[in-house]
């Protein structure tokens, strides 16, 4: 069975069709890659998958290792698994990150009928996790994203991901906003996560994190279709023709 | 004879004898109660009382009590108006518990002349030049039926001294109305600092009515927080006078209100001299039919220059029928003057609701925490400490699912802590 199986996804927002038929299949172990210019609809596609009401599904499915996603809530959707990390992380002054973040674990526990976490235990995990993506762990004391820099952020994306062990991690430029050293932390991070069970999709605009994250599939995403699926070396290709040879090419390939 | 006249009779009669509260009583009766005509009363109805024949005092304790622990504090406690001695700590040096009421420098409203009128004690407290008194807490519970308490208190704080008050106000209607109407007097010799904070709690039957009055001298400090958990009405009047060089007064008021419940505030802030600064922050929100008014008057004095004054009223609507108002009111008659105020009402957001929901936080406490979120900013500033746990732990039990949110780790670190 697949770990992801998205079918003809169609998702409209105030009114804007902006994801006009995805199929997307992702393997248990596989890291899948999506590329495409902006506003193609890469962000649209990791908030539908994580449930975000704002936009509305009017076509196609979306399971997670069979089992129907499309009727459940965010937080149903999070426990069954799925992690996004925010292309912009939401800054929430006055809910400490710890205080969050354990509530976070200990409902994605308490779904999968393990112990919860105490405060000790908790802790414990968080020392152990912090130094994987070398966040600084005083950061846990603040309110939820509120004044973190960009690159803290998206560490902390990862850090909760870690904290998390969800199934089907969705990055969404994750890289963006990252020095140099920060991307191969982060990586770094990433790459520690991969197991056989557990899947990826990766959203970026570069390259370079690519060759970190090193990924099975990549697709490119243009005008909310998948208008190119290759192996990594597409996203070579890509870096080298830019989008407009896809956009061209596909001219006669999908139809779109 | 109408109620009115009845009333008025029964005022005159207890404050016979005693010419600062006849002259109250005098007052009362030439205004009479308040209607919306009046614009300070505008957004109050006040129907519900306006008939009722009260008792002046009487009623008995209440049932379920605030019970703040706030360890370290001297607490004072009044029942159903009355200084009860048993129940309170020993009173520290300075505070009295007078049978004469004192005259309250500040201006009067209709609310104010009946507690004036109808109060028997004041609660007198006076801190010497550079004493820094243990923090009190002053405790009000009543319960009853049309029953009118008067609580007075009149702080002073000489040079350089130091205070926390805490007043906690709890009323409980047993088979008709509680009117409470406080009146506490803040007057701050230069360079004194107090802190005062009140919770008010009460029932679909209370109505808390009341004044807080500041006068800031030069270099004082004065910060002031209003909290009503619970009643019918909640009406506070602020008013603040810096009348020394470089005072400062922080004012904030926190409200979450259910039902039907009014929640309103008609704040004064008068800068008469050079360089004060004054800060104002109120926080409503509304679930149900509740309502929310907030006026806030900056007066700036001729000659008032360097005035720095900062004002916000922040709103956040639970249900499509809870009604938020806000009323700015600037009056500057100086040129070299900062004033700004703000006022934003809306529902929580959508963006934050679905960051921590996309974490697996169920939805109940996801809007639990987010009505944390936006209530912390206020009382993350209230004094003593434990009082930032007690109050947030009260706020907590009012929300769904609040119960499994922890207070002591809720709030992220303050940075001088972290
Ligand atoms: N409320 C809205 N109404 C109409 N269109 C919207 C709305 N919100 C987003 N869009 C549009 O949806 C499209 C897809 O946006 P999305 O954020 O998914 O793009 P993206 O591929 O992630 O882009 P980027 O690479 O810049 O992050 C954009 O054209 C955007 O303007
Ligand atoms: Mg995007």
Not at chain 1, 177 to 203: K, M, T, W, Y
Not at chain 1, 236 to 246: C, I, N, R, S, T
Not at chain 2, 288 to 301: C, E, L, P
Request: proline letters at 4%; hydrophobic letters at 40%; aromatic letters at 4%.
């Amino acid at each position: 069975m697949s770990l992801l199986e998205i079918r003809n996804l169609h998702a409209n927002i105030d009114g804007t069709e902006i994801l006009r038929g995805i199929d997307l299949t992702v393997e248990p172990g596989a890291v899948h890659s999506i590329m495409g210019p902006n506003g193609s609809g890469k962000s649209t596609l990791a908030k539908v998958l994580a449930g975000d009401e704002a936009y509305e599904v009017t076509e196609g499915s979306i399971m997670l290792n069979g089992v129907d996603l499309m009727e459940m809530e965010p937080d149903e959707r999070a426990r069954e698994g799925v992690f996004m990390a925010f292309q912009y992380p939401v800054e929430i002054p006055g809910v400490s990150t710890k205080y969050f973040l354990r509530a976070a674990v200990n409902a994605v526990l308490k779904h999968r009928g393990k112990e919860e976490l105490d405060a000790v235990a908790f802790l414990k995990k968080v020392k152990e996790t912090a130094p994987t993506v070398d966040l600084d762990p005083a950061l846990l004391d603040r309110a939820v994203n509120a004044g973190f820099s960009g690159g803290e952020k998206k560490r902390a994306e990862v850090f909760q991901m870690a904290m998390l062990d969800p199934v089907m991690c969705v990055l969404d430029e994750t890289d963006s906003g990252l020095d140099i050293d920060a991307l191969r932390v982060v990586a770094n991070g990433v790459n520690a996560l991969r197991s056989p069970e557990r899947g990826f999709l990766v959203i970026t605009h570069y390259q370079r994190l690519l060759d970190y994250i090193v990924p099975d599939v990549v697709h490119v995403l243009v005008d909310g279709r998948i208008a190119r699926t290759g192996g990594k070396e597409l996203a070579l290709e890509l870096e080298d023709k830019g989008y407009g040879w896809v956009e061209s090419d596909c001219g006669s390939a999908c139809g779109c | 004879m109408t109620t009115m006249t009845t009333f008025i009779d029964t005022l005159n009669d207890t404050a016979a004898g005693d010419s600062m509260r006849t002259a109250a009583a005098a007052r009362f009766a030439q205004r009479g109660w308040p209607n919306r005509r009046d614009e300070a009363f505008r957004y109050l109805d006040l129907r519900p009382i306006k008939d009722i024949e009260w008792a002046l005092h009487g009623g008995t304790a209440v049932q379920s009590p605030m019970n703040l622990d706030l360890p370290g504090t001297r607490r004072l406690v009044f029942t159903a108006g009355v200084f009860d001695e048993a129940a309170s700590d020993a009173l520290p040096e300075g505070v009295t518990v007078e049978h004469v009421p004192t005259t309250i420098t500040a201006e009067d409203d209709q609310f104010s002349s009946l507690c004036m009128a109808a109060a028997e004690t004041t609660l007198h407290v006076k801190v010497g030049e550079g004493v820094t008194l243990d923090t009190l807490h002053v405790i009000h519970e009543t319960r009853g039926g049309d029953v009118l308490v008067a609580p007075r208190c009149v702080i002073e704080v000489a040079s350089g001294g130091t205070l926390i008050v805490v007043e906690s106000v709890t009323l409980e209607s047993d088979g008709g109305t509680v009117l409470c109407t406080p009146i506490t007097e803040i007057i701050a010799a230069p360079n004194a600092r107090v802190e005062l904070a009140r919770l008010v709690d009460g029932d679909e039957g209370t109505w808390c009515c009341g004044t807080i009055a500041v006068k800031a001298d030069n270099g004082a400090v004065v910060h002031t927080s209003t909290v009503p958990y619970g009643g019918a009405v909640c009406r506070t009047r602020l008013e603040s006078h810096l009348c020394g060089e470089t005072a400062h007064v922080d004012l904030r008021g926190l409200a979450v209100a259910g039902d039907s419940r009014h929640v309103e505030t008609v704040l004064k802030v008068r800068h008469a001299a050079e360089n004060c600064t004054s800060n104002m922050i109120f926080k409503h929100v509304l679930d149900d039919n509740a309502t929310a008014s907030f006026t806030g008057r900056i007066n700036v004095d001729e000659g008032a220059q360097g005035t720095d004054a900062v004002q916000t009223s922040r709103n956040m609507l639970l249900s499509p029928t809870a009604r938020a108002y806000s009323r700015p009111q600037l009056e500057i008659y100086a040129d070299d003057v900062k004033c700004t105020h703000g006022s934003t009402t809306g529902r929580p957001d959508p963006a934050a609701d679905f960051y921590l929901r996309a974490r697996g936080i169920d939805k109940v406490t996801t809007a639990s925490l987010l009505v944390w979120a936006f209530a912390s900013e206020v009382l993350d500033e209230l004094e003593p400490a434990a009082l930032r746990v007690e109050a947030a732990r009260r706020l907590m039990d009012m929300l769904p699912g609040g119960d499994a949110l922890d207070p002591t780790v809720v709030a992220p670190q303050q940075p001088d802590t972290a």
